[in-house]
């Protein structure tokens, strides 16, 4: 089985988004990349890769995953259209669960988004030097077989992680699930769980600059500080130590809610249906709290949809990709002029890559998780 073939399909399930790796036939893909690799122009000897080791039941654990270095060699000429990759920034996204758990085969190494360089390109859209961020693979080098479901980095004034982050797949959820689902007014109150996270800091910093009323929960102390001192936020609660979640949402949003923008399900989403207001809308963005259950909690407060006529609505970041130009060009004198905060959790080496990603589903990042696999 090839470890090194990235194939990028667009998939249509409610509960995935972007794209994911496709092993339906690794050998036969393997033979013909090969057949075709008797030119290379590069070449490297051995490939460090987290591997999906062990089959994840309930939570994920770093047991799970390994990392291994691969003696195959890798040769960039894989065949035409694709693009030979370094990789340099892997982003440790909740996603990544969703794809270990459902679309990597075992011995497979791991994928998700990251920013990398192309070093040989067979592609009409690359060249050698580009940097480009999309789905990749969790190792040194990776051979991208759909590089147009990347996208070409264009604006290198920034720190290039900040494309696994603020200015990739979490920057476009935060702003197209704000702006395009949440449909919101000025003044109004916005609730935001994990606000934290790489998302909801950022929907939090797109709903002040909006001129919204903001309170976010998150799970320590340390982070409520600084979603209220750093990140903008008017009110924030740490809910692992809030006893009664209805009582903590009526403290800080004595008024009622207008948009809850949903990061995390179970018991958060219940007692926020209890204070709704009239004509407020729910954008269902994530259910974390959901991902390692192995049987999912229920919602009892469903009815106050009704008498509140709220309008609940999931989104799916790749159908609004469209809107990454715009989103680029609001974003980006933004950051310039200071006006969005930004931080990075930075774990070094794939070494550090499982712990890093099994962190993010207890909270100990702060911020977007990041994995550096080099700085070139
Ligand atoms: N719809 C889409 O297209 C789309 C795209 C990207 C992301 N998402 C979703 O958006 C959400 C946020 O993603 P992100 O990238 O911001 O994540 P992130 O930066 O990795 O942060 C995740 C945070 O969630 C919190 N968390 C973890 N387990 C939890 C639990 N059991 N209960 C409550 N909070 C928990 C943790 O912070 P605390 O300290 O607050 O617990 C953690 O730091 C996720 O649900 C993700 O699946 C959806």
Redesign the pocket.
């Known amino acids: 089985m090839s470890a090194y073939l990235i194939t990028h399909l667009p998939i249509n399930t409610s509960a995935l988004?972007g794209y994911v790796s496709n092993q339906s036939n690794p050998r036969r893909e393997r033979k013909a990349m090969e057949k075709e690799n008797n030119d290379a122009l590069v070449e490297v000897m051995s490939n460090k890769q987290v591997i999906y080791r062990e089959q994840v039941r309930g939570s994920l654990k770093e047991t799970n995953l390994e990392v291994r270095t691969s003696s195959e060699r890798l040769k960039a000429n894989s065949g035409p259209g694709t693009i030979f990759v370094k990789n340099l920034y892997l982003a440790?996204?909740?996603?990544n669960l969703t794809i270990i758990k459902y679309l990597t085969q075992l011995g497979s190494p791991v994928t998700g988004y990251g920013v990398a360089r192309v070093l040989e390109s067979r592609h009409p859209n690359f060249k050698k030097g580009d940097l480009v961020w999309g789905i990749t693979g969790w190792e040194e080098y990776s051979i991208i077989t759909a590089p147009e479901t990347c996208f070409k980095i264009k604006h290198t004034n920034v720190p290039l992680s900040y494309y696994t982050g603020l200015l990739g797949?979490?920057g476009m959820?935060a702003y197209a699930g704000f702006f395009e689902v949440s449909s919101p007014k000025k003044g109004e109150t916005v609730f935001i769980s994990?606000a934290?996270?790489?998302?909801?800091l950022l929907v939090g910093q797109f709903a002040k600059m909006f001129g919204c009323y903001v309170v976010g929960s998150?799970?320590?102390k340390e982070?409520v500080d600084l979603l209220k001192t750093k990140f903008g936020f008017d009110d924030a609660f740490n809910?692992k130590e809030e006893l009664d979640l209805d009582a903590a949402l009526k403290r800080c949003c004595p008024e009622g809610i207008d948009i809850y923008f949903e990061?995390?399900g179970g018991k958060m989403l219940d007692a926020v249906l209890l204070n709704m207001k009239l004509h407020g809308r729910i954008t269902v963005?994530?259910?974390?709290?959901q991902y390692n259950l192995q049987q999912r909690e229920g919602i009892h407060n469903l009815m106050n949809l009704i008498l509140k006529r709220v309008r609940m609505e999931g989104?799916?970041?790749s159908d609004y990709q469209h809107l990454y130009p715009k989103f680029l060009e609001t974003v980006l004198p933004q950051i310039k002029e200071g006006k969005i905060v930004y931080t990075e959790d930075i774990a070094e080496g794939l070494e550090s890559g499982p712990a890093a990603l099994v962190g993010?589903?207890?909270?100990r990042?702060v911020g977007?998780?990041v994995v550096v696999v080099s700085r070139e």
Request: charged share 10%; glycine share 14%.
């Open positions: 988004f440790c996204d909740p996603y797949m979490p959820t994990a934290a996270g790489a998302v909801g998150t799970g320590s982070k809910y990061n995390v963005c994530g259910m974390i709290s989104f799916v970041v993010v589903f207890s909270g990042n977007k998780q």
